[in-house]
Nanobody, 115 residues
């Protein structure tokens, strides 16, 4: 089992920045990929970014504005979000996938981009 705790959400003005963190505990040795998804009101949850040992993937909506990184010593994944837009408003969920294909989710953290 892997437990995930997210932090760093909040209210920010358009053009601003936020950094999300997600700390993993439990069977962290089994983690392969770590990533972020988001869900806006009335919409389906969507992929944002993921990171393996060193390679990264981003959705087209955030590429060039968001940066995902990982601190393996702290079992933590980060999402640096710059140039935020109102359409980035959503609940952001941390996600990990283990080597044996189990998937775990965090509880979510609200990000609101508004003036």
């Amino acid at each position: 089992q892997v437990q995930l705790v997210e932090s760093g959400g909040g209210l920010v003005q358009p053009g601003g920045s936020l950094r999300l963190s997600c700390a993993a505990s439990g069977s962290t040795f089994s983690i392969n990929a770590m990533g972020w998804y988001r869900q806006a009101p009335g919409k389906q949850r969507e992929f944002v970014a993921q990171i393996f040992s060193s390679s990264t993937d981003y959705s087209g909506a955030v590429k060039g504005r968001f940066t995902i990184s990982r601190d393996n010593a702290k079992n933590t994944v980060y999402l640096q979000m710059n140039s935020l837009k109102p359409e980035d408003t959503a609940v952001y969920y941390c996600n990990v996938r283990t080597y044996n294909y189990n998937i775990y989710w965090g509880q979510g953290t609200q990000v609101t981009v508004s003036s």
